[in-house]
């Protein structure tokens, strides 16, 4: 399983970014995807999941403010952020597993997610 992560960069606090993460290779076992974030200093959180029967889970911290979505057709997993803040500047890293996200197995490179304030 390949995850491409794409759609990090700079914004003003209050401001809005959407992620894309396009996963490829032997995806049809996947059970759950999400996303993941470590800023510097910071313990690393896992902020959105969504497992294969749709329901999905949010960080405290990002409840209200992202929405993970799907796009089955294109085998992309969405992670809209809005009202960001200067807190949410993290690399932030597609994840997805066969079980759940408490480890998740698969891993794609990060995208920077930099909020100023």
């Known amino acids: 399983v390949q995850l491409q992560a794409s759609g990090g960069g700079l914004v003003q606090a209050g401001g809005s970014l959407r992620l894309s993460c396009a996963a490829s290779?032997?995806?049809?076992?996947?059970?759950?995807i999400g996303w993941y974030r470590q800023a510097p200093g910071k313990q690393g959180e896992l902020v959105a999941g969504m497992r294969s029967g749709g329901s999905t889970d949010y960080a405290d911290s990002v409840k209200g403010r992202f929405t993970i979505s799907t796009d089955n057709a294109k085998n992309t997993v969405y992670l809209q952020m809005n009202t960001l803040k200067p807190e949410d500047t993290a690399v932030y890293y597609c994840v997805a597993d066969l079980g759940g996200l408490d480890t998740p197995h698969y891993w794609g490179q990060g995208t920077l997610v930099t909020v100023s304030s």
């Open positions: 290779g032997n995806i049809v076992n996947i059970n759950a």
